[in-house]
């Protein structure tokens, strides 16, 4: 990322109108602390205008001691404030590191459909995600094919973009006792209820089960109406559905579950992502239900980590869930593996340390 550097950066500041409880952002932070750096943070209210927000950014930045070879890192869904770190990253010359999580066009256009291909809305975010990662000195992905999203479409060079999975917050999130059975096989879906979830998929296979199968459907967003039209038509009592909890909550939740459910959709931003959802649920010991893609087979393995489905099948969905109801032993197999996978490999410490990898000498630094 930066030439002159001979090791990886002791200090970094966090920069722009984050927010600071995203699951990834606390997750980086907290594991680069363990790690003793010095982790200063930089911020100004996402929801103000760049014309607002800017102004506090640059006061704050100039006023705080943001170190004089500190490495700016912006966060997820902050491309908006790309332009400015840019500029605050060459006076002096700095590493700006870039962590987009998801491109805009991508989920506007290709995911949510928002915006029309071809159209100038689309267009505009095509140009925003471009503009911003060729800026970056180094732009982090969330999976291989994500990043290799980034290289074909927006022709960012390979060279500067480097895979860092996004693990759990194991403050938050951490072995559960098993659930004592009780006759009901208790489902879980939490979620911002986007287009990649599949949460159609998800009451199609409900319609497929016998009601001794109950889904806990928590969250709330784009896809959440129709999902309350299609729960409608299912008799008995299988859905229970609330809105957004806090992340806190989670883990009382998944305690409460005999599987976790990931995400279903067939849009193309499904076969790209790792949820945190299924970092989160394996940590906690719960077997994982999820489409099966090229994103997912990256780290894990079906049948030794989590359980998966072909996108969009609701019919395997409802098989692979009678399945972990009618045998427990391969349940708990499961859970074991991947909660321990996840546990040892993805936890803060580990992710952080394989960014400052990727910042040090080895990793191009």
């Not at 990886?8 to 984050?18: A, H, R």
């Not at 870039?98 to 506007?108: G, I, Q």
């Not at 505009?124 to 503009?131: A, K, L, M, S, V």
């Not at 009592?237 to 305690?255: A, H, M, T, W």
């Amino acid at each position: 990322m930066n030439a002159g550097r001979k090791t990886p950066p002791t200090e970094i500041v966090f920069f722009g109108g984050y927010d600071p409880d995203y699951p990834r952002n606390t997750i980086i932070r907290k594991g680069l602390e363990k790690l003793g750096v010095d982790v200063r943070l930089c911020r100004a209210d996402g929801s103000r205008r760049a014309v607002f927000r800017y102004p506090l950014l640059l006061a704050r930045f100039f006023t705080t001691g943001m170190g004089r070879g500190a490495p700016l890192f912006v966060p997820d869904f902050r491309h908006k404030d790309v332009p400015l770190a840019w500029v605050l990253s060459r006076l002096p010359r700095r590493g700006l590191i870039f962590d987009p999580l998801v491109s805009r066009y991508e989920t506007r256009v290709l995911d949510r459909g928002d915006a029309e291909e071809g159209s100038a809305q689309a267009r505009h975010n095509w140009n925003i995600d471009r503009i911003t990662m060729k800026m970056s000195d180094l732009v982090l992905a969330d999976t291989d094919a994500h990043a290799a999203f980034y290289v074909g479409e927006f022709d960012v060079d390979e060279g500067k973009v480097r895979t860092l999975y996004l693990g759990y917050d194991d403050t938050v999130f951490g072995q559960l006792p098993q659930r004592v059975p009780d006759g009901v096989f208790r489902v879980l879906f939490y979620g911002s209820f986007l287009p990649l979830h599949g949460t159609d998929v998800i009451v199609e296979a409900a319609r497929l089960l016998d009601n001794g199968f109950r889904f806990r459907i928590v969250g709330s967003g784009q896809t959440m109406e129709e999902f309350r039209r299609r729960a409608k038509g299912i008799g008995g009592d299988r859905f229970e559905l609330s809105g957004n909890v806090p992340e806190k909550e989670l883990p009382g939740l998944i305690s409460e579950a005999d599987a976790v459910l990931g995400v279903f959709g067939t849009t193309p931003k499904t076969g790209m992502v790792i949820p945190n959802k299924v970092y989160q649920s394996m940590a906690c010991g719960r077997p994982v239900v999820t489409a099966d893609t090229p994103a997912i087979r990256e780290i894990f393995t079906p049948g030794e980590h989590l359980v998966c489905v072909p996108q969009g099948d609701a019919v395997m969905l409802a098989g692979e869930l009678k399945r972990l109801r009618d045998d427990r032993r391969f349940a708990a197999s499961v859970a074991e593996g991947g909660g321990r996978l996840v546990r040892e490999e993805y936890n803060p410490e580990k992710v952080a340390a394989r960014l400052l990898g990727i910042l040090g000498p080895e990793g191009g630094g």
